[in-house]
């Protein structure tokens, strides 16, 4: 049997896009409040009963969170442009080593706008 948890953070920050459509307000300096949610698979360990303590989990978004949370995305190391697709990349990949094989699935989402990506590793 596998399990599959996850756990949600939100981070604010800015950006600039550079985009054919809606390209005026993009190109400017703006801001969006994003959430992201991580999604890991496993199997139950039979000792804890658990596919790993949450606690784990929401350690390692600490990190990531805090190399995104009031920061200007463009000027991220390693993020590329900031896109939602590139944000799900970024996330997956700075997550501390033990706990990038059981990443499953990563979505990206501002609320406000509607907008959402996920990442599904679990098709590839």
């Not at 600039?16 to 991580?38: D, F, K, Q």
């Not at 978004?61 to 939602?84: I, K, S």
């Not at 996330?91 to 996920?118: F, H, K, N, Y």
């Amino acid at each position: 049997m596998l399990f599959t948890i996850s756990q949600r953070f939100f981070f604010d920050a800015a950006h600039t896009l550079r985009r054919e459509i809606e390209a005026e307000g993009s190109r400017r300096v703006h801001g969006h409040t994003y959430h992201a949610e991580v999604f890991l698979t496993g199997p139950r360990d039979p000792a804890t009963g658990m596919v790993l303590d949450l606690g784990l989990l929401r350690q390692g978004l600490a990190v990531v969170r805090e190399q995104l949370d009031h920061h200007m995305l463009d000027e991220v190391p390693g993020l590329g442009t900031p896109t939602l697709e590139n944000l799900c990349v970024f996330i997956a990949q700075a997550l501390p080593a033990d706990l990038r094989p059981r990443v499953s699935r990563v979505r990206v989402w501002r609320e406000a706008l509607g907008d959402s990506c996920v990442l599904d590793f679990s098709t590839h």
